[in-house]
């Protein structure tokens, strides 16, 4: 029974070649003589089983099947169901194997075949070459051109190259592939492309989450155009999730698979059917919270509750001005802020937004067209604003400054209309004015913080302070469109995106 033993060294890590290689129908993507493949009945690439006919360059169909696949040493076996070629009882294993110097990988393919003794020569030689040094040729070359079934496959557990691919006894395995929205290259909303990405299995510390709803931000836009350095493209963007725990890795406490979670926070990577992340990012989320008004208010209600009660803790009677009023953060400030006792004083861009903007408690509204800083005095008695909450950006300091009332705060949290124009810190003192500049990560940054801010969040909305109001939902594939209404302004509320 001739036995073929091949061998090579991959310059690459061993958890990125695995990714690869787990997806039983990935050689239709590296390997040269592969033209195209499937997988039989819809199975998952990667599941026991699964099936692949494919058909070679020069027209000839095969049917092999999935024997085994360990994601613990990095092998997997299978065997020819069907091909035109007197190769009979063919059985292969691949073994992977990191080689610590220079991060690279030991590939090992081997088979066992009968043929007829007259054809032995024949059938080893084109097993050995044309199969397994053939596809040693092509893994290398698609590594090194970032082809493969995932150009560079973007790491979904936050920016590692893979980690330990391990799990506790007796725990289901995440991994695999998934479809997710990857931002090739920094730019416009048509660089967000849908593409099959690998998800590898949770390590220490970490769980695999199945999306059911995704929150769409304007963090998201700076993200994707490269205004912050939070996704290095190719990536999946996204920094904000809810959905039910697939699989957990070793370590992991006060979690189990069928857990429902959120997260509001990077690293990026929310984009997707699926992703690995680390545990402790994660928020169980009450049976009272459905899935859409976590998607809805988790990132933006958090937003809320920092700038609200610990960027500036507004008091009752307090007058504060919201720019934005209809958008996704604005909508929650307008509503929380109006339930401390504020009186608020919303801004937007149009009368549909204004009906809006008066619906979320604002009890005035100013277009963006009026004399703002005129109107606020006027409303205000002459005396102005206490804070106000600005995520516009680009000139609107010194506007902001002209409505503010003496040792009134500025909240600079976003910069949605453009980048912030220099600001003469002098100017300041005509108001005895603060100014603040609040980052995200500041204030979500820590598993402490998320977990406080997450809870304040929860008992406003049991409460009835705030209300999810969601303005627009679209399919995940359609993230692109999302982001075009967002930045041309049409969106009102929050947009979420369904996997």
Excluded at 9 to 16: F, K, L, R, W
Excluded at 46 to 67: K, N, Y
Excluded at 314 to 322: R, Y
Excluded at 341 to 348: D, E, K, L
């Amino acid at each position: 029974m001739p036995r073929v033993v091949r061998s090579t060294v991959i310059d690459a890590p061993v958890a990125e070649v695995w990714r690869i290689l787990r997806d039983f129908n990935s050689h239709r993507d590296w390997h040269p003589a592969v033209a195209d493949s499937v997988i039989e009945d819809g199975q998952a690439p990667d599941s026991v089983g699964a099936v692949r006919r494919f058909r070679l360059t020069g027209g000839a169909v095969l049917r092999e099947q999935l024997l085994s696949l360990s994601d613990r040493d990095f092998t997997l076996s299978y065997c020819i169901l069907d091909a035109p070629l007197p190769l009979f009882g063919y059985v292969a294993h691949i073994r992977l194997k990191p080689v610590t110097d220079g991060n690279r990988t030991f590939w090992t393919w081997t088979s066992d075949f009968d043929c007829p003794p007259e054809r032995e020569a024949e059938m080893v030689r084109l097993v050995a070459e044309g199969v397994y040094e053939a596809g040693f040729a092509g893994m290398a070359k698609a590594l090194r051109r970032g082809r493969g079934p995932l150009p560079n496959p973007p790491p979904l557990r936050g920016g590692g190259d893979g980690g330990t691919l391990s799990r506790n006894a007796g725990e289901g395995w995440g991994g695999g592939m998934c479809d997710a929205i990857v931002a090739r290259a920094y730019g416009p909303p048509d660089v967000l492309q849908w593409t099959r990405v690998a998800v590898p299995p949770p390590g220490p510390g970490e769980v695999t989450v199945r999306h059911t709803a995704i929150g769409v931000n304007f963090i998201d836009v700076y993200c994707r155009t490269g205004y912050f350095r939070l996704l290095q493209p190719p990536g999946v963007p996204g920094m904000e999730g809810v959905g039910v725990i697939d699989s957990i890795g070793p370590g992991v406490t006060g979690l189990s698979p069928g857990d429902r979670v959120g997260y509001a926070c990077a690293p990026v990577g929310a984009y997707a059917e699926r992703r690995t992340m680390p545990a402790e990012l994660l928020v169980s989320l009450p049976d009272d919270i459905d899935d859409e008004t976590a998607a809805a208010t988790l990132l933006k209600g958090m937003t809320a509750e920092f700038l609200l009660h610990r960027v500036h803790p507004l008091a009752a009677g307090e007058t504060a001005v919201v720019h934005a009023a209809a958008g996704g953060v604005g909508v929650l400030l307008c509503q929380w802020a109006g339930a401390l006792g504020a009186t608020v004083i919303g801004v937007v861009g149009s009368e549909a937004k204004a009906r809006i903007a008066r619906a979320q408690g604002c009890a005035h509204v100013v277009l963006t067209t009026d004399d703002v800083p005129g109107r606020v005095l006027e409303l205000t008695g002459g005396r102005g604003a206490d804070v106000v909450y600005d995520a516009v950006g680009r000139d609107s300091l010194a506007r902001d400054l002209a409505m503010l009332a003496p040792c009134g705060h500025i909240v600079s949290y976003g910069q949605a209309g453009g980048h912030l124009e220099p600001l003469d810190v002098a100017s300041l003192a005509e108001r005895s004015a603060r100014l603040s500049r609040p980052n995200f990560g500041h204030y979500a940054g820590t598993p402490a913080q998320v977990r406080l801010s997450s809870q304040r969040l929860f008992d406003a909305l049991r409460r009835g302070l705030v209300r999810p109001f969601v303005g627009a939902r679209f399919p995940l594939r359609e993230a692109a469109q999302a982001h075009r209404r967002l930045e041309d302004r049409a969106s009102v509320g929050a947009t979420i995106l369904f996997p």
